[in-house]
């Protein structure tokens, strides 16, 4: 399914489901006691921080989503680059899948927290000489099984695995001489190349992933990260993707687990 096409319907539903509720309301006073006991939170945070002579601006949207798609032939920046074009995208991602089918119902479901847009500015004691540099938008927290065909990736991303015979495996982005501009994942053992990569588990039993995001910039920013959770690695420019936090390979065979309704 086409990522904007998956997008669009979840946002229609959503309106429908709004449209169909009918509600009936009338307004009560509260005590002075009532009303210090009474707590509240928006639905929508806005921060906004500095960091290395830029200035950032997010809007997080205090929302838990539980989430089953499928995607595929997701291609991020397309542009040609010199020293490594790769498969012409920065991002390219044959298949990613939110949730499996061939294990419990459970694990049909990716559970995402606090989805963010983050716009970053550059730094100027004069208005005239500011000027938005790009965006990012990730996710606080994710948990569950994601299905995942990459053909190359601009970006920082770790993941820990088990290779058949039993030994351990990592898949690093920090080993690439390119710094994982344009990275095929190509590498020799006892790392696991993207090829051989059918998925991750987010999260682990302290908690779910914290550290997930795509950016698009016009020149290279080091965005800050929320509290307990590692520094990233600094995004380039183009369309670069970080993902490093309690990620474990599904398998190490390349396959992608089933992701159907059910019934099918």
């Not at 979840?10 to 707590?39: D, V």
């Not at 061939?102 to 989805?115: F, M």
């Not at 695995?161 to 351990?168: E, K, L, Y």
Request: glycine share 12%; hydrophobic share 40%.
């Amino acid at each position: 399914m086409n990522s904007f096409h998956s997008l669009r319907s979840l946002w229609l539903c959503a309106a429908l489901a709004c449209c169909t509720l009918t509600a009936s309301a009338q307004m009560q006073p509260l005590s002075e006691e009532e009303l210090s006991n009474t707590r509240g939170q928006g639905l929508v945070a806005l921060t906004n921080t500095s960091l290395g002579g830029y200035d950032f601006s997010k809007i997080a949207l205090d929302a838990d989503i539980s989430l089953s798609a499928n995607l595929r032939n997701m291609r991020l920046g397309e542009y040609t680059y010199g020293p490594r074009n790769g498969s012409g995208a920065d991002i390219d991602i044959g298949l990613m899948q939110f949730g499996r089918s061939d294990g419990t119902d459970a694990q049909r479901l990716v559970h995402i927290s606090n989805p963010y847009f983050e716009f970053v500015y550059k730094n100027a004691a004069d208005g005239a000489s500011r000027e938005a540099v790009g965006m990012r938008f990730g996710f606080e927290g994710i948990s569950g099984d994601i299905g995942l065909k990459v053909n190359s990736l601009s970006g920082s991303m770790r993941v820990t695995g088990v290779a058949a015979d039993g030994g351990a495996v990592l898949l690093d982005s920090h080993t690439d001489t390119l710094g994982g501009k344009r990275w095929d994942g190509a590498c020799t053992a006892p790392c696991l190349p993207l090829a051989q990569l059918g998925g991750v588990t987010a999260g682990d039993a302290a908690g779910p992933s914290r550290d997930f995001w795509i950016s698009v910039l016009k020149t290279g920013v080091q965005f800050p990260s929320a509290a307990g959770v590692p520094a990233s690695d600094a995004a380039q420019a183009g369309i670069w993707m970080n993902w490093r936090d309690k990620l474990q390979a599904l398998n190490t065979s390349g396959l992608v687990p089933p992701n159907l309704p059910k019934g099918r």
